[in-house]
């Protein structure tokens, strides 16, 4: 069993930046692909960014250029590094680890789940 814990959320104005963390309490961390997703009330999760065991990453259209994931398999922990944020990325952000050796950017072929942070971008 796998669990992870985000950190990192708040409020923060348009053009600002958040570091968001991810922590895995697994002793076999370096061994999962790590991404990031996204919730709107309403809407369907989303890919945000993804980075595999042996450190490739592949991020979103909409966030590639201002996002930056990393990986730290000393800490066991996950980070995401979002600056010159807009409105549109307010949403609920979900750390997810995947046993899949591949770069996914899909939610199903992820096994876990955090329970969600909070980020609000105020124009």
């Known amino acids: 069993q796998v669990q992870l814990v985000e950190s990192g959320g708040g409020l923060v104005q348009a053009g600002g930046s958040l570091r968001l963390s991810c922590a895995a309490s697994?002793?076999?961390?370096?061994?999962?692909?790590m991404g990031w997703f996204r919730q709107v009330p309403g809407k369907e999760r989303e890919f945000v960014a993804a980075i595999s065991w042996s450190g490739n990453t592949r991020y979103a259209d909409s966030v590639s250029g201002r996002f930056t994931i990393s990986r730290d398999n000393a800490k066991n922990t996950v980070s995401l590094q979002m600056n010159s944020l807009k409105p549109e990325d307010t949403a609920v952000y979900y750390c997810a680890a995947t046993y899949s050796t591949i770069l996914t950017t899909m939610g199903s072929r992820y096994n876990y789940w955090g329970q969600g942070t909070q980020v609000t971008v105020s124009s």
């Open positions: 697994v002793r076999t961390f370096s061994r999962f692909g």
